[in-house]
């Protein structure tokens, strides 16, 4: 089955603990994506991925870091959480061909709070 | 960031009417996108647009991209009760994604 699968699907923590929510697809996608759910903000990109080693900031990416070693990876990296960086959080990818295809497959979610 | 601002913010509608939300931008788009968000689950593709005029359907969803390119809407006819969920606009922008703040639907039966 196509999927795009995250874990952990929910985290608790603490202020300045360092934090990895991981994100992996099986369809082979060169895009990768990462997303910030907030109430009445809508979806925030942090991050996105054209592929292998090629990663680049969104429109929020201040606290965050990726990485993409792996095309089926895409790992987001909170170095020193804070609470202000409480959301839900998605992971998405889509194929490249020509022009971004613009299906992106969302995964199920992380929702992540720091205490 | 880009703005996208998205109305209404919550609709309440009787079981088989139709509904009409529509998305502005203050920036052009190379692709307006609508989604849907069922509670506790990522957002899911409905349509996408990728040429200004566009008027794409996909069953009972309508959307149109904005002559201007800083505009969309979506319609749905006969709403169901499984159509309850909250909407997304996005307009892609180079290799980046912007969302609206979504519209949340509910359908009285």
């Known amino acids: 089955e196509a999927q795009v699968t995250q874990n952990p699907r929910y985290l608790i923590t603490v202020t300045g603990k360092k934090l990895t929510v991981t994100c992996s697809q099986n369809m082979n996608h060169e895009y990768m994506s990462w997303y910030r759910q907030d109430p009445g903000l809508g979806l925030r990109q942090i991050y996105y991925?054209?592929?292998?080693?090629?990663?680049d900031k969104g429109d929020v990416p201040e606290g965050y870091k990726v990485s993409r070693k792996e095309k089926r990876n895409f790992p987001l990296i909170l170095e020193s959480p804070s609470p202000n960086q409480t959301s839900l959080y998605f992971c998405?990818?889509?194929?490249?061909?020509?022009?971004?295809?613009?299906?992106?497959?969302f995964g199920p979610g992380t929702r992540l709070t720091v205490l | 960031g880009q703005q996208l601002n998205q109305s209404p913010q919550s609709m309440f509608i009787q079981e088989g009417e139709d509904v009409s939300m529509n998305c502005t931008s203050s920036?052009?788009?190379?692709?307006w996108l609508w989604y849907k968000q069922d509670p506790g689950e990522g957002p899911v593709l409905l349509i996408a647009?990728?040429?200004?005029?566009e008027l794409t359907s996909n069953g009972r969803l309508t959307a149109q991209f904005g002559i201007t390119r800083k505009d969309s809407f979506l319609n749905i006819s006969a709403s169901i009760p499984s159509d309850v969920g909250i909407y997304f606009c996005a307009g892609r922008s180079g290799n980046q994604f912007y969302f609206g703040t979504g519209t949340s639907l509910t359908v009285i039966p």
């Open positions: 991925s054209m592929n292998v080693e090629v990663t």
């Open positions: 998405a990818s889509s194929k490249i061909s020509g022009i971004i295809t613009d299906t992106q497959y």
């Open positions: 647009l990728y040429k200004a005029g």
């Open positions: 920036s052009i788009f190379n692709t």
